[in-house]
């Protein structure tokens, strides 16, 4: 029941955050030193010795929120905080214990989350259930930071077109999930899918981690 109840509340906070509402913001990174109104550039280069890993930022000016401690370790780069729909890039962590399906679980959770009939869809598998606004690009085996991964692509179709990507892996005991998400008219801007590519590419974990 314990494992039942966990499992409800991380999908749901799995959904409300990472399909495109951003929750309040977290302490910043120690690499961001500015006021919450400006918008100084800071250090490209983001490192997490809780989580054990670094990556570059899309770009400098964007805020670094910080919940590395808490019960959904996650690190959330954003152009602007005050906005929805702002570009992000995010580092989520989660227990594998608590994502036994990775992305397969994902993908429900996404699917659930903009589904026609809410309700109906809970008890629904995921292939059956209807999602209009959503549109599924990919989702498809591949590698991330030299590990086998499963990569999805995914579209939003509400105020405005937003697209998603994400990969997902295991790690040690962990099951990470590296989004990158943005108005679709920026990904289509050679210039906008290669800032999230960049960050993509320099993922890495550090040596010493000692995440487990």
């Not at 929750?23 to 809780?50: F, G, I």
């Not at 999930?177 to 590519?197: C, H, V, Y």
Request: glycine residues 2%; proline residues 5%.
């Amino acid at each position: 029941m314990m494992m039942r109840r966990t499992w409800y509340w991380v999908s749901l906070t799995m959904a409300l955050w990472l399909t495109g509402t951003v929750v309040a913001a977290a302490p910043r990174c120690a690499q961001e030193k500015a006021e919450p109104n400006t918008r100084a550039a800071s250090a490209p280069e983001v490192v997490s010795e809780a989580l054990g890993i670094r990556f570059t930022k899309p770009d400098r000016l964007w805020t670094v929120l910080n919940e590395e401690d808490s019960s959904l370790p996650k690190l959330v780069c954003l152009a602007e905080e005050a906005d929805t729909w702002s570009p992000r890039f995010a580092v989520l962590a989660l227990p594998s214990i608590i994502m036994p399906n990775g992305m397969e679980a994902r993908l429900r959770h996404v699917k659930i989350s903009y589904a026609d009939n809410r309700r109906l869809a809970q008890s629904q598998d995921t292939a059956d259930i209807t999602a209009s606004q959503l549109r599924i690009l990919k989702f498809e085996k591949t590698t991330f930071a030299g590990r086998e991964a499963t990569l999805f692509v995914y579209e939003i179709n509400s105020e405005k077109s937003y697209r998603t990507v994400e990969y997902g892996f295991l790690h040690q005991n962990n099951f990470y999930i590296i989004q990158a998400a943005a108005p679709t008219d920026l990904w289509e801007k050679p210039e906008g899918a290669a800032m999230f590519d960049r960050s993509f590419k320099s993922f890495s974990f550090l040596k010493s981690s000692s995440r487990k």
